[in-house]
């Protein structure tokens, strides 16, 4: 079974704090996605990587980055904290475009992060 | 545009009643459908998908749905529901041109009441 791991479930920062969060995954998998999920507007997709050092922006990228240095890790970074941040924020991973077999993502049980 | 559209919100339903969740998308290409769930406090879990063939898909849990190309559906059924049923519903969409990417509908919430 595909085993996605984010390192916290549930966080509390204060405003103009650096977060990190950290996922993990063990399928070898080449792409990775960070969301956010808020009442009523689904899962907006923040940042996506297809590979090592590769980056993609996605929906809302504004106030983020990402980093992945190895394959099976990909880190989400709040810059500069804002209330307008505290979210449920859900990591991903699925086969590259070259798996049609498969397609699906792979979530983390998600973390809920605070921002006071 | 593409999108995906989940008409309903919230889906109230007795036990053991039948429920049909409602998802429709918007594309010019071929596109892959999947159904996630999402129990309380928890990621999303598979729950079926569409990429080929049979228009029929069977999921887990009980669960399937059919994908209808000429109305652009991908409705989610169930012929009768368990408490353990209640959870969050998203519908999820794929577009040929990019397959590593999902689009996901807002989310149906559904509640099973005794």
């Known amino acids: 079974d595909v085993k996605v791991t984010q390192s916290s479930r549930y966080l509390v920062k204060r405003t103009g704090e650096k977060v990190f969060l950290e996922c993990v995954q063990d399928m070898d998998h080449e792409n990775m996605f960070w969301y956010r999920q808020d009442p009523g507007l689904g899962l907006r997709l923040i940042y996506f990587s297809y590979d090592v050092k590769m980056k993609e922006k996605g929906d809302i990228p504004e106030g983020y980055s990402v980093s992945r240095e190895k394959k099976e890790r990909f880190s989400l970074i709040l810059e500069s904290a804002s209330t307008n941040q505290t979210s449920m924020y859900l990591c991903?991973?699925?086969f590259g475009e070259g798996a049609r077999l498969s397609l699906a993502q792979h979530f983390g049980d998600g973390t809920r992060l605070s921002i006071l | 545009a593409q999108s995906v559209t989940q008409l309903d919100s919230q889906v109230p339903v007795f036990e053991e009643a039948p429920v049909e969740l409602r998802c429709n998308y918007s594309s010019s290409v071929s596109v892959y459908l999947f159904w996630y769930v999402q129990y309380p406090n928890q990621g999303l879990q598979l729950l079926l998908k569409?990429?080929?063939?049979?228009?029929l898909v069977k999921g887990i849990n009980g669960f399937e749905a059919e994908f209808n190309k000429s109305q652009t559906s991908f409705h989610l059924r169930k012929p009768s529901v368990h408490i353990s049923d209640t959870a969050e519903y998203f519908c999820a969409v794929s577009f040929s041109y990019n397959t590593d990417k999902l689009i996901f509908g807002t989310g149906t919430r559904l509640q099973v009441f005794p």
């Open positions: 991903a991973s699925s």
């Open positions: 569409y990429l080929s063939g049979s228009t």
